[in-house]
């Protein structure tokens, strides 16, 4: 399998078992060297967005995959976590509205969770 493809799925579960809200999946491969997914999730509050991160880099680390990078966990109002193929954007609803990355990387195509 795919690393990038089962690192993001694997990061897709992750949050679903922390009940993320909105999960979004952009295939930014063919317009990004920065990349190969985006995976964009809001949570309701900033103790549930950490906690979505949390679970992330948890459920990742056991597969083998360690984040190159994490920004803005203390805020948590909206976190990064750089995981090279895949990079996971975490917001609070108020900051994800306000960044819009779905419309900013528009180029990417929004794909589903069964097709990594």
């Known amino acids: 399998m795919n690393g990038a493809k089962e690192m993001a799925r694997l990061a897709v579960e992750a949050l679903e078992d922390k009940k993320a809200v909105d ?14 997914y985006f995976i964009i999730a809001s949570g309701t ?14 459920v990742l680390a056991k597969a083998g995959y360690h984040a190159r990078q994490t920004e803005g966990y203390q805020n948590a109002n909206w976190i990064l976590l750089d995981y090279g ?24 195509e929004e794909i589903e969770k069964d097709m990594l």
């Open 23 to 36: 999960i979004r999946i952009l295939d930014i491969e063919k317009i990004s060297t920065l990349a190969d």
């Open 45 to 58: 509050n900033r103790n549930q967005v950490q906690a979505m991160a949390d679970n992330v880099d948890e």
């Open 85 to 108: 193929d895949v990079v996971v954007h975490l917001f609070d609803e108020e900051n994800r509205l306000f960044y819009d990355l779905e419309r900013i990387w528009r180029d990417g």
